[in-house]
């Protein structure tokens, strides 16, 4: 099993900045890409930021300029940076990493609780 663990949501005025942290943890796995997805109240889950085993990185269109992710593979950790945080930012996000145990068994996909970023004044 992996788990994930957010932390570093909180509430931030518009223009603001947050970084929120993805810990992940576990015995004998793998890492190959991590996500990060958000969810606003009353709407679907939406991929937000991706970054794959080789640091390749991908945003939602609404966040490229402002949002940076990155990976700390020595610490089995990922990193969202945000940057000129809007209201519309508001959501719970959720940590995802798509992740080996061992070695002789495939991909499995994993998700953290969320943590909850409020952008408002």
């Known amino acids: 099993q992996v788990q994930l663990v957010e932390s570093g949501g909180g509430l931030v005025q518009p223009g603001g900045s947050l970084r929120l942290t993805c810990a992940a943890s576990?015995?004998?796995?793998?890492?190959?890409?991590m996500a990060w997805y958000r969810q606003a109240p009353g709407k679907g889950r939406e991929l937000v930021a991706v970054i794959g085993s080789a640091g390749n990185t991908d945003y939602l269109d609404s966040v490229k300029g402002r949002f940076t992710i990155s990976r700390d593979d020595a610490k089995n950790t990922m990193f969202l940076q945000m940057n000129g945080l809007k209201p519309e930012d508001t959501a719970v996000y959720y940590c995802?990493?798509?992740?080996?145990?061992?070695?002789?068994?495939?991909?499995?996909?994993?998700w953290g609780e969320g943590t909850l970023v409020t952008v408002s004044s």
């Open positions: 995802q990493t798509v992740a080996r145990i061992g070695v002789l068994y495939g991909y499995s996909t994993f």
């Open positions: 576990g015995s004998s796995f793998s890492i190959n890409s």
